[in-house]
């Protein structure tokens, strides 16, 4: 028998850090254990047509500072292709392919636990996400990154908004949980933030918006996408769903700068940083934590320790069962929210 064989594969958004993780898998995988490995393409597609790249060392060689990943990406759920998971098996088979190393977020990983625990298919998972919103672990990689990005665009908006004495809404991602916004709203000095964890009032931003003009400045309107007004549903461009029934989230930033404009009567525009928070070079924190979990991951691997998903604890990188990882989300505690009110208005 040949030596150990490992694929590889991203699923889920691109993410700054993701082809940090892959150099850090790889090149102690090769250099310690003399493991061979295999790309999969586009996440659980890959597998799936057994659409595969060669992951050596000149592979990984020079993608360190490297924005997405290299082996690409998609939101592909194999439990929804007729006889999904035995093509996935039959493709691992005929490429040698002893075991799987899946880096991705909530819907990646929940594949992951379900081809282990039902289907006897030896996965460990690195998780992945800018949203922050996986438990288990105290951060993702790429969550730094889009932090230090919306920061950045806050910083910049600040001076615009002073210049024309006008509202800026500034929409971030998130999905569910309100990590990004908090996080760079409070960075950037903004005069309101507004999470999915707490449904906001209308009237209570409007009160801290004239608050601010009041004392001559402009005043910043962080919001996350999945945030909610006490007073009606989720703001949605479309009701679009992927394969895995997420709607596309997006919206709420224009609503509420209509809002504010029509009860204030001050002018408001709306920045929706979208993509540009995903893209781009990952931070050093991000290059750091993605590097660590790659290691610790091929010593998962090593140690046959599958179903587990490596997390940072304090700052230690241990193993957790994929599960507790995407059984829930993790969101903000509300007394962390609580926190920051005092930058309101």
């Known amino acids: 028998m040949g030596a150990k064989k490992i694929g590889v594969l991203t699923g889920g958004g691109d993410c700054p850090g993701l082809n940090a993780v892959i150099r850090g898998i790889v090149r102690k995988g090769v250099q310690e254990y003399g493991y061979e490995f295999v790309g999969f393409r586009d996440g659980w597609r890959g597998p799936l047509e057994g659409d595969t790249v060669q992951l050596d060392i000149p592979a990984v060689r ?36 002893d075991s799987l190393i899946a880096i991705g977020g909530e ?9 282990t625990d039902e289907y006897g298919v030896p996965v460990v998972g690195v998780p992945k996400t800018i949203d922050n919103d996986l438990s288990a672990t105290d951060y993702t ?19 615009t908004a002073e210049s024309h004495m006008r509202v800026l809404v500034v929409e971030v991602m998130g999905r569910h949980a309100g990590w990004i916004a908090l996080h760079s709203g409070l960075a950037g000095g903004a005069n309101v933030i507004l999470i999915p964890e707490q449904r906001f009032d209308v009237d209570q931003v409007c009160a801290w918006v004239t608050s601010r003009f009041k004392a001559s400045y402009a005043p910043i309107v962080v919001v996350a ?34 809002e504010i404009e029509g009860r204030t009567g001050k002018e408001a525009r709306t920045t929706v940083l979208g993509h540009v928070q995903r893209g781009g070079t990952p931070s050093a924190f991000d290059r750091w934590l993605a590097t660590r979990f790659g290691l610790h991951a091929i010593e998962a691997v090593r140690d046959g320790d599958f179903g587990k998903m490596v997390a940072l604890q304090g700052t230690d990188i241990v193993r957790v069962p994929i599960a507790d990882a995407t059984s829930k989300l993790k969101t903000v505690d509300p007394k962390l929210y609580a926190e920051v009110g005092v930058f309101f208005g």
């Open 62 to 97: 020079g993608i360190l500072p490297r924005g997405g990943t290299i082996l690409g990406s998609s939101r592909t759920n194999p439990f929804k292709v007729e006889n999904g998971i035995r093509r996935i098996k039959e493709n691992l088979a005929k490429h040698e392919v």
């Open 141 to 159: 990689f790429g969550f730094d990154t889009a932090v230090g990005i919306a920061t950045e665009a806050i910083d910049r908006l600040h001076t």
């Open 107 to 115: 819907d990646t990983l929940g594949v992951a636990a379900r081809l």
């Open 225 to 258: 996408e999945g945030a909610m007004p006490k007073d009606g549903e989720m703001v949605l461009k479309d009701g679009t769903q992927d394969s895995f029934g997420h709607v596309r989230l997006s919206g709420v930033g224009e609503w509420l700068a209509k």
